[in-house]
T-cell receptor
Framework: GQNIDQPTEMTATEGAIVQINCTYQ??????LFWYQQHAGEAPTFLSY????GLEEKGRFSSFLSRSKGYSYLLLKELQMKDSASYLC??????????????FGTGTQLKVEL | DSGVTQTPKHLITATGQRVTLRCSPR?????VYWYQQSLDQGLQFLIH???????AKGNILERFSAQQFPDLHSELNLSSLELGDSALYFC?????????????FGPGTRLTVL
């Protein structure tokens, strides 16, 4: 089966940097996504990694190591509006073809003054 | 506004009933995905359609079915509803076929089963 682990909660200070980790065990790995979700709202896409390395997008960066089954999302210059749940999702290729997506339970980030 | 629309926004119904949730993807997007989000289960992928064809099934119950029509809008049908089906149902769309394309989520339909 697919297993994704992320911390349940994290707290950080405005202006600081925070790293949210995600580890996964999956067969047929075919990419990893990060989403941001504010309470009561729809998820919004942040990043996608399919190859090892770092993808940078403004204040957000995402890293992937396929050999370690590990990814992290790095948020810089934290703002209060970054308080949200961050979801790690693994895309995997199922036997017989086609892709599926499995989400982690999310990391609730609280940004404080 | 993501450009993905979902109706209705809220739905309250009773156990044993059947409901239909509707989704219109962004203009130009061929893929539609359905997700269920409940408090105890997190976000669960249900099903994916690409240009009218079913591409992948996730944790979708047999009581649930979906289809994508020629105009690319999609409907998710939930029947024999149970209390545990109460959740937020999201639809998302993307240009491609579950590639690294960014998925755009609709605002969701909140279903309450009493």
């Amino acid at each position: 089966g697919q297993n994704i682990d992320q911390p349940t909660e994290m707290t950080a200070t405005e202006g600081a940097i925070v790293q949210i980790n995600c580890t996964y065990q999956t067969s047929g790995f075919n990419g990893l996504f990060w989403y941001q979700q504010h309470a009561g709202e729809a998820p919004t896409f942040l990043s996608y990694n399919v190859l090892d390395g770092l993808e940078e997008k403004g204040r957000f960066s995402s890293f992937l190591s396929r050999s370690k089954g590990y990814s992290y999302l790095l948020l810089k210059e934290l703002q209060m509006k970054d308080s949200a749940s961050y979801l790690c999702a693994v895309r995997w290729r199922k036997t017989g073809g086609g892709n599926k997506l499995t989400f982690g339970t999310g990391t609730q980030l609280k940004v404080e003054l | 506004d993501s450009g993905v629309t979902q109706t209705p926004k809220h739905l309250i119904t009773a156990t044993g009933q059947r409901v239909t949730l509707r989704c219109s993807p962004r203009s130009g997007d061929l893929s539609v995905y359905w997700y269920q989000q409940s408090l105890d289960q997190g976000l669960q992928f249900l099903i994916h359609y690409y240009n009218g064809e079913e591409r992948a099934k996730g944790n979708i119950l047999e009581r649930f079915s979906a289809q994508q029509f020629p105009d690319l809008h999609s409907e998710l049908n939930l029947s024999s509803l149970e209390l545990g089906d109460s959740a937020l149902y999201f639809c998302a769309s993307s240009v491609g076929d579950f590639t690294g394309d960014e998925q755009f989520f609709g605002p969701g339909t909140r279903l309450t089963v009493l």
